[in-house]
């Protein structure tokens, strides 16, 4: 990943109450360089039953705000 993050801080943010890729990326900025970990945001989200699949708002890394 382009920013520091690791699995275990994203799936720590989910338990949190992460609901969506935007979340995350808000809290730890994965995501928002070259947008190439946003799929696998959006399955880890999927994984631990946080969101639907249409549900986890794909958003490209342009539109976050930080």
């Known amino acids: 990943m382009c920013h520091p993050t690791s ?5 720590a943010i989910i338990d949190e109450g992460a609901r969506t890729v935007e979340e995350i990326s808000r809290r730890c900025g994965a995501g928002t360089g070259c947008g190439a970990c946003v799929d696998e945001l959006r ?10 699949a249409r549900d986890c708002d794909l958003v490209s890394p342009r539109n976050l705000v930080r």
Do not use: P
């Open 7 to 11: 699995d275990r801080d994203v799936d």
């Open 43 to 52: 399955e880890r989200l999927q994984a631990k039953g946080a969101c639907s």
